[in-house]
């Protein structure tokens, strides 16, 4: 069964601070992976899907990367914002399904 | 924003009674999904859809019945809801590739169900 971790489970950082949030799983034959952020009391949005034979995609301030072989991704924000305070998950795919991180809470401090 | 839809978007009901959840998507989107998101366990699938009629169940099925008589609508049925299946439940949607595979996911605004 594939598992998915986040560490940390919680981060609070200043704001302007360039920041890293992990993410690791278990079964490598995975379809792709996906990160996505979730604010308190709504859905999710999707911030970045990684295809499993891409190894980084990048979105504005967002660059995630893909490690396959070991099972690790990570999730890099540059130039926080307290705006950017949120829960993200990351979910990797395999059989049509998502198996989802507990996530990471970030609170940029203004 | 995919155009994905729930409703309703609070439901309170009490033990024993049938509830139906509905989500409508715009985006023509081959597949669909429930989820359910609860403190301390994520977000874990209930059921899937990968066209109309066909569905399979996903890691927490037992309780949970669904339906998908159009690509647009998919239903999520508690047949006799009890205190466990209180949860925010989310739907989501995504197309496909020519082999089967799925590409992003998007979700929808998530339910809130209380069961008294």
């Known amino acids: 069964k594939q598992e998915v971790t986040q560490i940390p489970a919680a981060l609070s950082v200043p704001e302007g601070e360039n920041l890293v949030l992990n993410c690791s799983f278990t079964?490598?034959?995975?379809?792709?992976l996906q990160w996505f952020r979730q604010d308190p009391g709504k859905g999710l949005t999707s911030l970045l899907l990684?295809?499993?034979?891409?190894r980084e995609q990048t979105s504005g301030r967002l660059n995630a990367s893909l490690d396959k072989s070991s099972g690790r991704s990570t999730l890099y924000i540059a130039a926080s914002q307290p705006g950017d305070s949120a829960t993200y998950l990351c979910a990797v795919m395999r059989a049509r399904q998502l198996t989802f991180g507990s996530g990471t809470q970030l609170t940029v401090l203004p | 924003d995919a155009g994905i839809t729930q409703s309703p978007r609070h439901k309170v009901t009490e033990t024993g009674t049938p509830v139906t959840l509905r989500c409508h998507q715009t985006?023509?989107?081959?597949?669909m999904y429930w989820y359910r998101q609860d403190p301390g366990h994520g977000l874990r699938l209930i059921h899937y859809s990968y066209g109309v009629k066909d569905t399979d169940k996903g890691e927490v099925s037992d309780g949970y019945s669904v339906s998908r008589s159009k690509t647009e609508d998919f239903l999520l049925t508690l047949e006799s809801a009890t205190s466990s299946q209180t949860s925010v439940y989310f739907c989501a949607i995504s197309e496909s590739s020519s082999g089967g595979q799925t590409y992003e996911q998007y979700f929808g605004p998530g339910t809130r169900l209380t069961v008294t």
């Open positions: 990684i295809q499993s034979s891409q």
């Open positions: 985006e023509n989107h081959r597949y």
């Open positions: 079964d490598s034959a995975i379809y792709n």
